[in-house]
Protein backbone atom coordinates (compact mmCIF):
# COMPACT_ATOMS: atom_id res chain seq x y z
CA UNK A 1 0.00 0.00 0.00
CA UNK A 2 0.87 3.52 -0.27
CA UNK A 3 2.00 3.66 3.48
CA UNK A 4 4.17 0.67 3.28
CA UNK A 5 5.73 2.32 0.52
CA UNK A 6 7.00 5.84 1.68
CA UNK A 7 7.76 4.20 4.96
CA UNK A 8 9.88 2.28 3.38
CA UNK A 9 11.39 5.27 1.30
CA UNK A 10 11.65 7.03 4.19
CA UNK A 11 13.69 4.12 5.87
CA UNK A 12 15.83 4.43 2.99
CA UNK A 13 16.65 8.53 3.29
CA UNK A 14 17.46 7.80 6.65
CA UNK A 15 19.99 4.75 6.18
CA UNK A 16 21.53 6.86 3.58
CA UNK A 17 21.60 9.71 5.74
CA UNK A 18 23.38 7.60 8.45
CA UNK A 19 25.92 6.01 6.09
CA UNK A 20 26.98 9.68 5.12
CA UNK A 21 27.16 10.86 9.06
CA UNK A 22 29.18 8.07 9.60
CA UNK A 23 31.58 8.27 6.87
CA UNK A 24 32.39 12.07 8.42
CA UNK A 25 33.39 10.33 11.33
CA UNK A 26 33.02 13.41 13.57
CA UNK A 27 32.44 12.10 16.68
CA UNK A 28 34.87 11.48 19.53
CA UNK A 29 33.73 7.86 19.88
CA UNK A 30 31.31 5.47 17.95
CA UNK A 31 28.08 4.56 19.38
CA UNK A 32 27.86 1.15 17.83
CA UNK A 33 30.16 0.03 20.20
CA UNK A 34 27.47 0.04 22.29
CA UNK A 35 25.65 -2.67 20.51
CA UNK A 36 28.43 -4.17 22.03
CA UNK A 37 27.94 -4.46 25.51
CA UNK A 38 25.62 -6.18 27.53
CA UNK A 39 23.43 -4.99 30.52
CA UNK A 40 22.61 -1.23 31.08
CA UNK A 41 24.66 -0.44 33.57
CA UNK A 42 27.53 -1.53 31.75
CA UNK A 43 26.74 0.71 28.80
CA UNK A 44 26.54 3.61 31.60
CA UNK A 45 30.11 2.77 32.29
CA UNK A 46 31.20 2.54 28.73
CA UNK A 47 29.56 5.94 28.01
CA UNK A 48 31.09 7.79 31.03
CA UNK A 49 34.46 6.92 30.50
CA UNK A 50 34.16 8.36 27.07
CA UNK A 51 36.09 11.79 26.51
CA UNK A 52 34.04 14.82 25.41
CA UNK A 53 30.90 13.97 26.85
CA UNK A 54 28.81 16.29 29.51
CA UNK A 55 25.63 14.09 31.08
CA UNK A 56 22.95 16.73 30.89
CA UNK A 57 19.93 14.74 31.81
CA UNK A 58 19.19 11.68 34.38
CA UNK A 59 15.43 10.48 33.91
CA UNK A 60 13.71 6.91 34.97
CA UNK A 61 14.19 5.25 31.78
CA UNK A 62 17.36 7.17 30.09
CA UNK A 63 20.38 8.80 30.54
CA UNK A 64 21.37 11.75 28.23
CA UNK A 65 24.76 12.99 27.18
CA UNK A 66 25.72 15.84 25.58
CA UNK A 67 28.86 14.33 22.80
CA UNK A 68 29.37 17.55 21.15
CA UNK A 69 27.76 20.65 20.43
CA UNK A 70 25.15 19.94 18.59
CA UNK A 71 24.26 16.38 19.14
CA UNK A 72 22.89 14.20 22.67
CA UNK A 73 23.18 10.52 23.41
CA UNK A 74 19.78 8.88 25.06
CA UNK A 75 21.15 6.02 26.64
CA UNK A 76 17.94 3.23 27.49
CA UNK A 77 19.05 2.21 31.14
CA UNK A 78 16.37 -0.36 31.37
CA UNK A 79 13.00 -1.51 29.33
CA UNK A 80 11.02 1.21 29.51
CA UNK A 81 14.03 3.54 28.17
CA UNK A 82 14.08 0.78 25.34
CA UNK A 83 11.01 1.24 24.31
CA UNK A 84 10.74 5.11 24.57
CA UNK A 85 13.98 5.25 22.52
CA UNK A 86 11.63 2.98 20.20
CA UNK A 87 9.10 5.44 20.30
CA UNK A 88 11.10 8.81 19.30
CA UNK A 89 12.44 6.69 16.13
CA UNK A 90 8.86 5.56 15.37
CA UNK A 91 7.62 9.22 15.56
CA UNK A 92 10.63 10.94 13.74
CA UNK A 93 10.09 8.53 10.88
CA UNK A 94 6.78 8.56 10.67
CA UNK A 95 5.29 9.87 6.93
CA UNK A 96 3.14 12.26 8.50
CA UNK A 97 5.31 13.44 11.23
CA UNK A 98 6.46 17.16 10.80
CA UNK A 99 10.18 16.73 11.85
CA UNK A 100 10.71 20.80 12.30
CA UNK A 101 8.82 20.67 15.31
CA UNK A 102 10.93 17.64 16.95
CA UNK A 103 14.65 17.47 17.58
CA UNK A 104 15.78 15.05 14.95
CA UNK A 105 17.56 12.06 15.06
CA UNK A 106 20.71 11.09 13.66
CA UNK A 107 21.50 7.68 14.24
CA UNK A 108 20.07 4.78 16.69
CA UNK A 109 20.98 1.54 17.59
CA UNK A 110 19.26 -1.09 15.44
CA UNK A 111 19.96 -4.08 17.95
CA UNK A 112 16.65 -2.96 20.63
CA UNK A 113 17.12 0.84 20.04
CA UNK A 114 19.46 1.08 23.27
CA UNK A 115 20.67 4.03 22.51
CA UNK A 116 19.62 7.16 19.60
CA UNK A 117 21.58 9.84 18.80
CA UNK A 118 19.64 12.99 18.44
CA UNK A 119 20.09 16.94 17.53
CA UNK A 120 20.66 18.78 21.00
CA UNK A 121 18.38 21.43 21.72
CA UNK A 122 18.73 23.60 24.44
CA UNK A 123 15.79 23.85 27.38
CA UNK A 124 14.31 26.53 27.65
CA UNK A 125 12.03 28.74 30.15
CA UNK A 126 7.72 29.72 29.38
CA UNK A 127 8.89 33.46 28.80
CA UNK A 128 11.38 31.99 26.48
CA UNK A 129 9.58 30.00 24.04
CA UNK A 130 7.46 33.15 23.87
CA UNK A 131 9.63 34.97 22.89
CA UNK A 132 10.71 32.35 20.13
CA UNK A 133 7.27 31.78 19.18
CA UNK A 134 5.44 34.34 19.19
CA UNK A 135 2.72 32.94 21.62
CA UNK A 136 2.19 31.93 25.14
CA UNK A 137 2.95 28.73 26.02
CA UNK A 138 -0.58 28.56 27.75
CA UNK A 139 -1.93 27.86 24.24
CA UNK A 140 0.22 24.58 24.29
CA UNK A 141 -1.80 23.66 27.92
CA UNK A 142 -4.95 23.98 25.86
CA UNK A 143 -4.05 22.37 22.76
CA UNK A 144 -3.67 19.34 25.41
CA UNK A 145 -7.21 19.72 27.19
CA UNK A 146 -8.63 19.28 23.59
CA UNK A 147 -6.85 15.71 23.00
CA UNK A 148 -4.97 17.83 20.30
CA UNK A 149 -7.67 18.01 18.17
CA UNK A 150 -7.23 21.03 16.02
CA UNK A 151 -10.94 22.26 15.35
CA UNK A 152 -11.49 21.96 18.97
CA UNK A 153 -8.64 24.09 19.77
CA UNK A 154 -9.38 26.76 17.82
CA UNK A 155 -12.86 26.87 19.35
CA UNK A 156 -11.70 27.09 22.75
CA UNK A 157 -9.43 30.06 21.65
CA UNK A 158 -12.83 31.82 20.84
CA UNK A 159 -14.58 30.71 24.08
CA UNK A 160 -11.50 32.39 25.82
CA UNK A 161 -11.80 35.61 23.69
CA UNK A 162 -7.87 34.80 22.06
CA UNK A 163 -8.83 33.95 18.76
CA UNK A 164 -7.22 36.42 17.41
CA UNK A 165 -3.86 34.73 18.14
CA UNK A 166 -4.83 32.26 14.82
CA UNK A 167 -4.61 35.11 12.95
CA UNK A 168 -0.78 34.64 12.83
CA UNK A 169 -0.31 32.25 10.25
CA UNK A 170 3.21 31.17 12.21
CA UNK A 171 0.55 29.83 15.34
CA UNK A 172 -1.81 28.15 12.79
CA UNK A 173 0.99 26.34 10.98
CA UNK A 174 2.32 24.92 14.17
CA UNK A 175 -0.59 23.88 15.82
CA UNK A 176 -1.99 22.12 12.53
CA UNK A 177 1.77 20.62 12.06
CA UNK A 178 1.31 19.29 15.94
CA UNK A 179 -2.08 18.45 15.72
CA UNK A 180 -1.17 16.20 12.86
CA UNK A 181 2.11 14.41 14.46
CA UNK A 182 -0.44 13.63 17.71
CA UNK A 183 -2.73 12.02 15.57
CA UNK A 184 -0.69 10.17 13.20
CA UNK A 185 1.88 8.85 15.83
CA UNK A 186 0.17 8.69 19.46
CA UNK A 187 2.06 11.42 20.95
CA UNK A 188 1.62 11.64 24.46
CA UNK A 189 -0.43 15.18 25.38
CA UNK A 190 1.76 14.71 28.00
CA UNK A 191 5.17 15.42 26.83
CA UNK A 192 3.80 18.72 25.16
CA UNK A 193 2.58 20.16 28.90
CA UNK A 194 6.09 21.59 29.92
CA UNK A 195 8.38 23.99 28.91
CA UNK A 196 10.85 21.70 30.28
CA UNK A 197 10.03 19.36 27.05
CA UNK A 198 10.74 21.89 24.53
CA UNK A 199 14.51 23.59 23.69
CA UNK A 200 15.72 25.61 21.13
CA UNK A 201 18.03 24.13 18.18
CA UNK A 202 20.80 25.23 16.82
CA UNK A 203 19.06 26.46 13.97
CA UNK A 204 16.84 28.67 16.15
CA UNK A 205 13.96 26.15 15.95
CA UNK A 206 11.93 25.67 18.39
CA UNK A 207 11.52 21.46 19.42
CA UNK A 208 9.95 19.28 21.33
CA UNK A 209 13.13 17.52 22.90
CA UNK A 210 11.61 14.36 24.48
CA UNK A 211 8.93 12.62 23.03
CA UNK A 212 9.88 9.33 23.42
CA UNK A 213 6.03 8.29 26.31
CA UNK A 214 3.85 7.58 23.45
CA UNK A 215 0.32 6.40 24.86
CA UNK A 216 1.16 2.91 24.83
CA UNK A 217 4.80 3.39 26.39
CA UNK A 218 2.83 4.97 28.95
CA UNK A 219 0.12 2.27 29.09
CA UNK A 220 2.60 -0.83 29.27
CA UNK A 221 5.50 1.04 31.90
CA UNK A 222 3.51 3.37 34.15
CA UNK A 223 -0.04 2.39 33.88
CA UNK A 224 -0.70 5.81 32.74
CA UNK A 225 -2.91 5.36 29.82
CA UNK A 226 -4.40 8.65 28.20
Not at 90 to 113: E, G, M
Not at 180 to 205: C, F, I, M, N, P
Request: aromatic share 12%; with cysteine; glycine share 8%.
Amino acid sequence: CLITTVKKQLAYAYSSLIREWREGGSLAFDPEELDKIEGFKERQVWVERQPDQVAVGRGSSRYVYLIDNDKVLKLAMNEAGLAQNEAEVNTITHPRTTKLLLADIYDYSTKDYRWILAEYAKRISYDQFENLTGFPFRLILIFGLVDGDFDKFRDRLELFNIHHLLRDETVIKFFTELAATVKATGLSLGDLAGAEQWGKAQDGRVVLVDYGASDEVLDKFYGQPK
